[in-house]
């Protein structure tokens, strides 16, 4: 299946220009913060972070058991890379203070926030979904990156790297069933362009990961069709390019880990401090206001 792009190389794994051990893009003297850290994407992007050799990252996440096999994998390969894991529901408020705080005052301020967490809805019609499954998304994506960014932003470098998973669904078209995840992506989405303008020292970007073989995709089987895969290095190696300062032209923007990176930046002047690569009313008419 193609998708409509804006670039003609799409990739679907990893490639050199994105190479996390690449000196143009080293995370060296970084601290870097991942939600939802322990499994899938969340998991990847702290590896090939610890790869560009962030000298500490923290796990956020409910489950301990997987936040730690994952600190366990990376303290193994990277030894230049301290691992601290805090089980941590991203809908607490009082939890993200707790865990941003002890990571601060162990390693000083924060340098990337990496905000994974996400919560994939049942396929169901309003009328057939219950208020639960309905709203749970909206309390792990919005209330939850809420919560992330208030606690972030007393512990933050003023020109840190706030990026936020998101997904291609948040700008498709009508997708029967899937009314509670596509608002509350783009929800999500309009949020960071929020903290963009509301923090312009930081960088933020949302990103859409690609089609990736994790635990949520799973619950998707089955009650949508997925795309072909990508490979979960893709998002992994292009989060750490993302945080690097060759993405700085992209602020405020939302991008596909899909697309080339090179292509992406010699279209740098028609992508800077335009509405292009965000969200609004398609078909807005050029030169036309009200009188
Ligand atoms: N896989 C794809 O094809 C795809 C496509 C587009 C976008 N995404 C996005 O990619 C991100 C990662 O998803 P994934 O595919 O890697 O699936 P995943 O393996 O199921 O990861 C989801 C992560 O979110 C964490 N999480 C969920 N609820 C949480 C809560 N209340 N508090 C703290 N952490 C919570 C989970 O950790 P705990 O359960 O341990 O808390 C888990 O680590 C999500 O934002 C998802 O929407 C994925």
Redesign the pocket.
């Given at each position: 299946m193609g998708f409509p792009s804006p670039i003609t190389s799409f990739h679907t794994s990893a490639y050199p220009a994105i190479d996390p051990t690449l000196a143009t893009l080293s995370s060296k003297g970084k601290n870097i913060v991942i939600?939802?850290?322990?499994?899938?994407?969340?998991?990847?992007i702290a590896k090939a972070s610890a790869q560009s050799g962030a000298v500490s990252i923290a796990l956020?996440?409910?489950?301990e058991k997987?936040?730690l096999a994952t600190k366990q994998t990376i303290e193994d390969e990277s030894k230049a890379t301290t691992v601290r894991t805090y089980v941590?529901?991203?809908?607490?408020a009082k939890?993200l203070d707790h865990s941003i705080s002890a990571h601060t005052k162990e390693f000083g301020k924060l340098h990337v926030l990496v905000?994974?967490?996400?919560?994939?809805p049942l396929k169901q019609s309003i009328i057939e979904s219950s208020l639960e499954e309905w709203y749970e998304g909206f309390?792990?994506?919005v209330k939850?990156n809420y919560n992330l960014v208030r606690a972030l932003l007393l512990h933050a470098t003023a020109d840190a790297a706030v990026l936020s998973?998101?997904?291609?669904?948040a700008h498709m078209a009508y997708i029967p069933g899937m009314s509670s995840?596509l608002a509350l992506?783009i929800a999500t989405a309009k949020s960071f362009e929020y903290l963009h303008y509301e923090h312009p020292s930081l960088f933020v970007l949302s990103i859409?990961?690609?089609?990736?073989?994790?635990?949520?995709?799973a619950?998707?089987v089955g009650s949508w069709e997925?795309y072909p895969?990508?490979n979960?290095d893709l998002?992994a190696s292009f989060l750490v390019w993302a945080a690097s300062n060759e993405a700085k032209f992209l602020n405020g923007k939302f991008v596909w880990a899909q697309w080339d990176v090179d292509e992406l930046k010699k279209m740098a002047d028609m992508i800077r401090g335009t509405e292009n690569f965000t969200f609004g009313l398609l078909g807005w008419p050029k030169g036309r206001t009200t009188n």
């Open positions: 939600t939802g850290g322990g499994a899938g994407i969340g998991s990847e956020l996440g409910r489950t997987t936040l941590a529901d991203i809908t607490s939890d905000a994974n967490n996400g919560f994939l309390e792990v994506n939850g998973i998101n997904t291609v669904l995840y992506t859409n990961p690609g089609s990736i073989k994790t635990a949520m995709n619950k998707a997925p895969y990508d979960i998002p």
